[in-house]
């Protein structure tokens, strides 16, 4: 019983803070961008980082703040590869690792020279 109403109590302060905290969704998408470029080198899309604050860990996200959305992008994309001679005739290439992702949102970005 008392998990079953330490639950419901949960949910109801979950939902509160979420209808009481407003976002202006196109700012915190420049911060994360300008910090996540700060910090590794990424430029990640608008639109990846769009497409994770629309998944159910959106509030997560947002409650993290920019700064430490950012670096989660970062440990997961990594450094900036190195660029690989092209291959000789006949090789055979390995397929691309799938993109990591975050929220189940594959990251999209590029890296910037800096």
Known sequence: MRTCI??????FL???A???ATVDI???IA???????KACGYMPLADFINAVLQTNESAAVISMGANAFAHMICDRV???????PP???GTVIKAEPPPPTIAGVPITGHYVVQ
């Open 87 to 89: 291959p000789a005739p």
């Open 26 to 28: 196109p700012t915190f």
């Open 78 to 84: 990594g450094p900036a590869p190195i660029p690989a």
């Open 18 to 20: 979420m209808c009481s």
């Open 6 to 11: 330490a639950a419901v109590l949960a949910a």
């Open 14 to 16: 979950f939902m509160g």
């Open 31 to 37: 911060k994360v961008q300008e910090a996540t470029v």
